[in-house]
Each structure stands twice: as C-alpha cells, then as structure tokens.
C-alpha cells in the first residue's frame, strides 16, 4: 500500500481535523455516485478504495500507542492520560474516538467517568449522568466519579436534549403539562386573551 499521507496529500504533522478535512474532500471529488454510467467509475472506484484505506490506516495508527497496531488499547489506562489531555482542549471529538477505540471488555470506571465528561461537555446531559452514574457505582469512593454525578445530576431535566425520552413518566408528568398550562395562561392575560383551563 502507497504511504497513506501522501494518498491523502497531507503532512505526517497534519491534526487529526486537517486530516478529515483532506479525506471529505477526496471522498467528494472520487465518490462512486458522481461517475455513473461514466467510463472512469472502475478508476474513481478503485481510488476511492484506496482513500479509505488510507484514511482508516492513519486515524488507527493515531489511536494506537506504539507497538500496538491493532488500533486498540490493549491496557485501557494508557489511553486515559491522552483523552484527559485532549477533553482539556476541547477537542472532543478526537476524545471521544480513543474512547471509542477501547474495547467494551476493558472499560472500567474511568472510561466511564471520562464518556460522561466528554458527553457533559457537549450538552448531552441525560447521556453524560448515566456514563457518571456507572462510574460511580463501580467507584464509589472516587470524589472525582461523585462530583461529576452530581453535577449532571443538576442538569438532567433543565435543559432540553434531544437525546432524553420525554413523555415516558421519567421526566416528564401531568404538573409539567400544568405548569406550561399556566405559563400560557398568564402571557394570554398579559395580552388580554382568554383564560386557558388547567387540567
């Protein structure tokens, strides 16, 4: 296989961002789709084959540490310094696919309590409270795991996601009906409509 940097025609210092951004516009120019009934779409094939190969190549070389070239973490610990590292950047992305790179039998607590800081920090509330919870059930000794529970603990309900199941008795009942009820009866009066019946 030619070098995957040069299939992409990026540096072998590119972020891992400069990187996707080379293999989206490649993948937009070969795609399969824009050669139909066209005499290169074996060629614009093969050079999309090509592409992806390379892209998975590097981005697997990245997420593993050297002598691992299985594109896993074999001991999940090691991965946890960097994804730390990168949540301290907010790159979130990039964290959460080391995370993702863990396999599901070495996941302990603190791939747990990293999935939720990760999830915390994009808003996705509900997602990030059970990823703690998880942690903290599997340590709860851990302050850090109990602190970051807590926290999303507080945010669970009062923002929307549109990941949380509303309407299913967990976080939503007949009072919040009444409440939003209630508010719209009271910006009716200020605007001198009628009164709205509560249930």
Not at 32 to 49: H, I, V
Not at 121 to 126: A, I, P
Request: hydrophobic content about 30%; charged content about 25%; some cysteine.
């Amino acid at each position: 296989m030619k070098d995957p940097y040069v299939v992409l025609g990026v540096s072998k210092n590119a972020t891992n961002e400069q990187i996707k951004d080379a293999y989206r516009e490649l993948a937009r120019k070969y795609h399969p789709d824009n050669y139909a009934d066209n005499p290169l779409s074996d060629l614009a094939g093969e050079k999309m084959k090509e592409i992806n190969e390379a892209y998975d190549a590097i981005m697997n070389s990245r997420r593993a540490p050297k002598g691992n070239n299985s594109g896993y973490y074999n001991n999940a610990n090691s991965a946890f310094p960097e994804v730390r590292n990168l949540i301290n950047q907010n790159r979130l992305e990039q964290a959460q696919e080391v995370l993702d790179g863990v396999p599901p039998q070495s996941r302990n607590a603190e791939w747990y309590f990293l999935n939720g800081t990760v999830l915390y920090r994009r808003g996705w509330f509900d997602q990030a409270y059970t990823s703690f919870a998880t942690a903290a059930r599997m340590e709860p000794m851990n302050p850090e795991y109990r602190d970051a529970l807590n926290r999303a603990q507080r945010q669970t309900g009062s923002q929307y996601n549109p990941y949380r199941t509303y309407g299913t008795g967990t976080n939503c009942d007949g009072c919040d009906c009444c409440t939003n009820l209630l508010c719209a009866d009271c910006c009716c009066e200020c605007m001198g409509g009628d009164l709205i019946p509560c249930c």
